[in-house]
């Protein structure tokens, strides 16, 4: 991977593009690493590397016993449910409490 500095990729733009088609460029600046200039299907093909790592870790979590999508949004809901009924219940108690001072 080529490095260059953060000047000279300004400088030279449109050279970094080029070269950035042919292989990944680092950009330093003051002596350290900032950022990477890559290609287009090179990014795409870290998307599709990072898709399909994720879906071998869905598989596995399912083998797993993860218990899906849909169930475990059912039971955030019961838990909303249950936290805004005890919010109520305690709303409802200081209410009842400061009417009778």
């Not at 849909?70 to 809901?77: G, H, M, N, R």
């Not at 005890?86 to 001072?101: C, Q, V, W």
């Amino acid at each position: 991977m080529k490095t260059l500095g953060a000047s000279e990729a300004k400088n030279r733009f449109g050279e970094l593009l080029d070269l950035a088609r042919r292989e990944p460029v680092q950009i330093e600046k003051k002596g350290c690493s900032l950022a990477v200039v890559l290609s287009i299907e090179e990014f795409e093909r870290f998307l599709d590397l990072e898709n399909e790592i994720l879906a071998l870790k869905a598989e596995k979590a399912q083998q797993e016993g993860f218990i899906g999508t849909s169930e475990s949004e059912a039971l955030l809901f019961r838990d909303f449910k249950c936290l805004k009924s005890t919010y109520l219940d305690k709303r409802l108690k200081i209410s009842k409490s400061f009417l009778e001072i």
